[in-house]
């Protein structure tokens, strides 16, 4: 049931156009998620699609009611990668048979991607199915297309056989089957009847991880795990399906051959979200340009999780994100004000404006500049407020608080997933730290300050004091002594090198 009048619009990349978002059913609105194969830790491109589809199930539950949307994100955890990680751990003297070491690098890596995009400020989805918790279903999933002429049993593999589906294959990535075997690389194998032919079952070695099937003892291929598991989480047909554009072909592709044959209409998602790709101070992220690194490499570093997913909003989903250290420090210093400006209020309403931006194709650029400009009118309305937060001047514009405002901007921040108080952490121990700044600083203030008064050269006072105006900070002297008292716009940034 809808909680809101707010029309959302997405682009859908089946039909190449935006387009409102109509639901299949406004009580259960469904929404897949490709998610990781758990081998190694997630590199910084993994998390875009998360921290995307993290806002827009935020959006949904915002519009429809959080009762009222499920989420899906698969783990997929059967993967020749995944073997080869636990072979070499094997190799290195580990103890355990390998399937046993393959268990436990899945355990391992899953928790390793859960705490890290929790960091980031993900909600965790309603469902997260391991591909090796379906293999019932993907089995009579594959029985299903053999059936139905659209697979077949070749050497102990069974493969799709694409021209079952010639005239629908390559709708969502706009490309004919000509066209990709031309330009693809694809595994040339004896026992395939056409070069695009994929795998949905593959034998497996007694020693790798495997399962009893019509074809043997084997394991499922890639793309059959995200149409069983959506299938039977979220039904034959359901709302949203997204992704990376890199997973638009093959795997989506596949996807969408796989389960449409099986259902035996032309149905399965009904609207595609891809998010464009990221870049690392402008080049392709790559080991080999040494540019490669992990959500966790950069928490390490002391990069925050909620500084991390502000630069990922800050640029439309759709568009390629460069992330830069420049980028990194501006997102912490804005984040650090907006923490400050609202430490100390509870979050009120949610400014439907911020909501609107979001609505339309996930504006989250738009939705920051909003937020900016509240922001930004808590201050000016700070400069004409008493101590007790009346209004030193009088008119329409003056008659709602800087509390007021601080409330909205709290909510409105919150609503995209930024200051909760769980990805505050980071703020808190930061100002921690500058008190100790601050008390360092007052001492040296205090020693110049005596030091001029018998000089009578106040030079380096005045500099002192200039540079901490600057920095947003209240200078108080008196025959007491030196008190220095960070404000609303306090920058510790701009206390460096004094």
């Known amino acids: 049931m809808m909680t809101s009048n707010t029309v959302i619009k997405l682009h859908n990349t089946k039909t190449r156009k935006k387009s409102e978002f109509t639901p299949i059913d406004a009580n259960n609105v469904r929404m897949y998620l490709c998610g990781p194969t758990v081998y190694d830790r997630a590199h910084l491109g993994n998390a875009r699609p998360v921290v995307v589809f993290d806002v827009l199930y935020r959006l949904l539950r915002q519009v429809y009611g959080a009762t009222h949307v499920t989420y899906v994100r698969n783990f997929t955890d059967v993967d020749d ?53 379906y293999i019932g279903q993907m089995v009579a999933m594959i029985e299903d297309l053999i059936a139905k002429g659209h697979a077949y049993a070749a050497e102990g593999h069974v493969l799709f056989a694409v021209d079952s589906w010639k005239q629908h294959y390559g ?48 394991r499922p291929g890639w793309h059959i795990e995200c149409s069983a598991m959506s299938q039977e989480l979220l039904g034959a047909t359901f709302d949203i399906h997204g992704g990376g554009n890199d997973l638009m072909f093959p795997h989506h592709e596949n996807e969408i051959a796989q389960s449409c044959c099986a259902n035996g209409d032309d149905s399965f998602a009904r609207y595609w979200l891809h998010n464009e790709m990221l870049q690392v101070e402008g080049k392709k992220m790559s080991k080999s340009l040494g540019n490669f690194f992990t959500v966790h490499d950069l928490l390490d570093q002391g990069i925050p999780g ?18 830069t250290d420049k980028k990194a420090k501006e997102a912490e210093k804005e984040l650090r004000k907006w923490h400050e400006l609202t430490h100390d209020v509870e979050p009120t309403t949610i400014d439907e404006q911020v909501v609107e931006a979001v609505a339309e194709d996930l504006g989250t650029t738009s939705a920051i500049t909003i937020l900016r400009a509240i922001a930004s009118n808590v201050r000016n309305i700070e400069k004409f407020e008493n101590s007790d937060g009346s209004s030193k001047l009088h008119g329409a514009e003056h008659t709602r608080s800087s509390l007021h405002w601080k409330g909205i901007l ?85 206390l460096e090198g004094l």
Do not use: C
Not at 92 to 107: D, I, K, N
Not at 184 to 202: G, H, I, S, T
Not at 308 to 320: A, G, M, Q
């Open 410 to 494: 709290k909510a409105s921040a919150q609503f995209l997933g930024l200051l909760t108080e769980e990805l505050g952490e980071w703020r808190m121990r930061a100002g921690e730290t500058h008190d100790v700044l601050l008390a360092d600083l007052t001492e040296r203030l205090s020693v110049q300050r005596m030091a001029a008064m018998v000089s009578k050269d106040f030079s380096e006072v005045d500099r002192l004091k200039a540079a901490f105006v600057a920095a947003g900070v209240e200078v108080r002297m008196s025959k007491a002594g030196v008190e220095l008292v960070p404000g609303p716009g306090f920058d510790a940034a701009k």
């Open 306 to 323: 909620e500084v991390i997913r502000f630069v990922f909003l800050s640029t439309h989903y759709r568009k390629p994100m460069d992330w």
């Open 171 to 218: 709708a969502l990535s706009g490309r004919s089957v000509d066209d990709m075997i031309a330009g693809a690389r694809v595994e040339v194998a004896p026992y395939k009847k056409n070069p695009m032919d994929f795998v949905l079952w593959k034998p497996s070695t007694d020693e790798l991880p495997g399962w009893d099937s019509p074809w043997g003892r084997g």
């Open 81 to 133: 990668k995944i073997n080869a990680t636990a072979l070499a751990r094997k190799e290195a003297g580990a103890p355990g048979t390998l399937e046993q070491l393959v268990a436990e690098r899945t355990e391992e890596t899953i928790g390793w991607y859960l705490n890290d995009m929790g960091k980031l400020g993900a909600l965790e989805p309603d469902h997260m199915p391991r591909a090796t918790q």
